[in-house]
């Protein structure tokens, strides 16, 4: 995905700087050309052949180096991305203040290209308001600023701060490259994973939706610039720790909280498997073997209620509805009476064998036409962010 892509990653001064030689490795897999600045205080961490044995190409620390005296100039000239991590809470002051005293902060502002910073430090420092107040300029100098990680810190602290995972970090990479921040200004809602229905508090029906087609959404919606709101069931994995989550497990609960965020919101998007049947008595307490019976075992089901069929029903003329619908045949054919019977503008429809996989394919569909995509669910996230947009 990222082949030949050309990304220059500036390495700071900071305990995380050791987890930036996996980034490096990461985003060189992925068939990127990567080259490195590091900074003085990073040296302190990592030393330049690391990086250099796990990329293949150059790693610049100085900025009067005979052999390439406007380096700066060369280096920003080549990049088609520009990743700062880790972003220290000093680099952060040097760009927002306008400060070029060394190769990296020279190179930042010798760079047009798209600009990625990845912020790591202490908790205490990341809340400082003169730490705030300078990636608020950043914002609005319309450089890229991935929030930090919430979690365990080196210096023993626990609160936000925390280097990202470096999955994460590809992706934030993947969507500066490639997707432009398009949705700034919308709200937008997410249902995703699988909705349980209990008998009991053990024991419960659900399905095998493992949420990832509805992460990839949000998180994709997010790196456009949507101010996204997740609502959640069961999901495999976890949520994107920067994108506002609300856990709702039953398919009352989701209704809920779907029908009381739906009213605000610009575009939602149904992706989560909500349960059909519900149990018409659930026990407070564990149901014993012995109650069951010993032969034969009958429970009273009923139906739940249709979640995007109510939204069909009362949505607003502006907003703009899309819902998902899992076949395991004519698929085509029962997605088209999905969108007609629930008031949608699209039905993504898609083969209940890709459930819990990467990659996905699916067909997405409106009343005129219908679009075959397939790859990664991030890609494909991106995708119908780009048809229904």
Not at 367 to 373: G, P, V, Y
Request: glycine fraction near 6%; aromatic fraction near 6%.
């Amino acid at each position: 995905m990222l082949r030949d892509k050309k990304i220059l990653l500036g390495v700071c001064g900071g305990i995380a700087a050791y987890k930036a030689v996996d980034l490096a490795s990461r985003l060189t897999k992925a068939g990127a050309v990567v080259k490195i600045i590091m900074t003085e205080g990073a040296q302190e961490f990592v030393s330049p052949l690391t990086f250099r044995s796990i990329t293949g190409q150059s790693v610049t620390t100085r900025l009067f180096n005979s052999e390439a005296p406007i380096e700066h100039v060369s280096l920003a000239e080549w990049s088609d991305l520009l990743v700062i991590a880790p972003a220290t809470a000093n680099i952060i002051g040097k760009i927002s203040s306008g400060i070029a005293d060394d190769l990296l902060t020279t190179t930042i502002m010798a760079c047009t290209a798209p600009k990625l910073i990845v912020p790591a430090m202490n908790s205490r420092m990341w809340e400082n308001p003169i730490v705030q107040n300078n990636i608020n300029q950043l914002y609005s100098y319309e450089y890229l600023v991935m929030p930090p990680d919430t979690g365990r810190l080196a210096c023993g602290y626990e609160g936000k701060g925390r280097f990202p995972e470096v999955s994460e970090i590809a992706l934030w990479v993947m969507s500066a490259l490639y997707y432009p921040r398009d949705l700034i200004g919308k709200k937008l809602l997410v249902t995703a994973g699988a909705c349980r229905e209990y008998l009991d508090p053990m024991r419960y029906i659900s399905n095998e939706s493992s949420g990832k087609m509805g992460l990839a959404i949000a998180r994709a919606a997010y790196h456009r610039g949507a101010e996204v709101t997740l609502i959640a069931g069961h999901t495999n994995e976890r949520v994107p720790y920067f994108i506002k989550n609300i856990r709702k497990s039953s398919a009352k609960e989701m209704y809920d909280e779907t029908l009381d965020q739906a009213e605000k919101m610009d575009i939602i998007i149904m992706t989560a498997a909500v349960t059909d049947f519900q149990f018409r008595d659930k026990s407070a307490v564990k149901i014993k073997k012995e109650e069951f019976g010993s032969t034969s075992l009958k429970l009273e089901m009923q139906p739940t209620v249709d979640i995007l069929k109510e939204l069909g029903k009362i949505r607003k003329e502006q907003q703009k509805l899309i819902g998902f619908a899992a076949e395991t045949d004519n698929m085509i054919t029962n997605a088209r009476k999905k969108l007609e019977a629930k008031n949608c503008d699209y039905i993504v429809a898609n083969n209940i064998t890709c459930a819990g996989n990467e990659e996905t394919d699916v067909v997405i569909i409106d009343k005129d036409n219908k679009t075959e995509i397939s790859g990664t669910k991030f890609f494909v996230a991106h995708r119908i962010l780009d048809i229904i947009k």
